[in-house]
């Protein structure tokens, strides 16, 4: 059977490349998949986070969800410090996961830069709990941006262990990315080489999903492009980053091609695209703010999403876990 999960931080905005990479696709899978959609904040904290902006972000991430068109009756929404059976796994692929594997992660490196020593241990250890939300459930399937293929290639090593080590052939499914769509990186508006980030301190580098019309058009205008017309062909956009990333986007929001697009518009300024640019990002975008700001003053409801979610998760995790716990060796009387 087929199963799908990922996650999503509540940390800083939501932003369009979390949209495009990720929740657009959550949004498209959930009719053709049992899904289960997580609000991973205990991967928010590798890094610090203030309490109340930590607990208003984790409704906040939901509201958009909800807003993106995701049914939280459907599938299945919540918070994963509701279900611990995450944490439990969590600690035994940490005695699965070797050194070696993790010092290889490229997310580590850049989160925790030149002052390494003075990283978390859990942002260290990031990926392996990243394997046991996954594997907690035997997902199958796993939707996300580019930039998580090399954890999940780290969830795929860990079952494999698990499987040998503990002599359970195809217990853990090694699970599928799925890498979906034109934006699978989307970058940066002011740096071409730069993805876009919740975390840049410039908030023109990111379009963030609660950005109203006039701050889309604002960054769209002023987002870095270089002094040639728009090319014809998608091979004319090599070299030229920031020009590939605003067709990109258009492509992917308008649900067309690269080169589609630029049969359109080759020849044409950016200054023109730029506007074009802007009215399809508001025309998408503008309708998800506007239901995620009624949804967001309805805390009980919020809550009471993650609430069902969390014990329909757990109600599957739970006798994945006591198998897990009887393969280990440990006595559960
Ligand atoms: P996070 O919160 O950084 O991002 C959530 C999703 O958005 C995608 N994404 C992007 N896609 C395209 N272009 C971008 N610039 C861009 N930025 C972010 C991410 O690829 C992701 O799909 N570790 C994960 C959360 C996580 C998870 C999991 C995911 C925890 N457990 C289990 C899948 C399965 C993360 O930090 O995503």
Redesign the pocket.
């Known amino acids: 059977m087929s199963r799908i999960?990922?996650?999503?931080?509540p940390?800083g905005n939501?932003?369009?490349?979390?949209?495009?990479?990720?929740?657009r696709n959550w949004v498209r899978l959930q009719h053709d998949y049992e899904s289960i959609y997580?609000v991973?904040d205990l991967?928010a904290i590798t890094v610090w986070q203030e309490p109340a902006e930590l607990r208003r972000a984790i409704r906040e991430v939901t509201a958009i969800l909800i807003a993106a068109g995701i049914d939280p009756k459907k599938n299945i929404v919540f918070n994963?410090s509701q279900n611990p059976d995450h944490a439990q796994l969590a600690w035994i692929f940490n005695c699965v996961a070797r050194l070696g594997w993790l010092n290889r992660m490229t997310?580590f490196k850049e989160k925790a830069g030149k002052d390494r020593e003075n990283a978390s241990v859990g942002l260290y250890s990031?990926?392996n709990?990243?394997?046991a939300?996954?594997l907690a459930y035997k997902?199958t399937h796993?939707?996300?941006?580019?930039?998580?293929k090399q954890?999940?290639e780290l969830?795929r090593d860990i079952a494999q262990k698990f499987n040998n080590d503990f002599g359970v052939p195809g217990f853990f499914p090694l699970t599928e990315p799925l890498i979906l769509g034109e934006?699978?990186?989307?970058?940066?508006l002011r740096d071409g080489a730069k993805?876009?980030?919740?975390s840049d301190p410039s908030d023109y580098s990111r379009i963030n999903l609660t950005d109203d019309a006039d701050a889309i058009a604002q960054k769209i205008r002023k987002a870095k492009t270089d002094p040639e017309p728009l090319p014809s062909e998608p091979a004319g956009l090599e070299a030229r980053p920031e020009a590939k990333n605003l067709v990109v986007i258009y492509a992917a929001l308008a649900d067309t091609t690269v080169a589609a697009v630029l049969r359109e518009v080759g020849g044409q300024q950016f200054s023109a695209f730029k506007q074009r640019l802007a009215d399809l990002c508001v025309e998408k975008l503008g309708p998800i703010a506007g239901e995620m700001n009624r949804l967001i003053a309805d805390t009980a409801y919020l809550d009471a999403v993650l609430r069902d979610g969390a014990g329909r998760a757990r109600a599957l995790s739970r006798p994945i876990l006591d198998e897990v716990m009887d393969i280990v060796g440990f006595v559960r009387a």
């Open positions: 999960f990922s996650g999503i931080q940390t939501l932003h369009l490349g979390n949209y495009l990479g990720a929740v997580c991973v991967h994963q997310q990031y990926p709990l990243m394997a939300d996954i997902a796993v939707p996300v941006g580019e930039d998580q954890h999940l969830a934006a699978t990186r989307v970058m940066s993805k876009m980030s919740k």
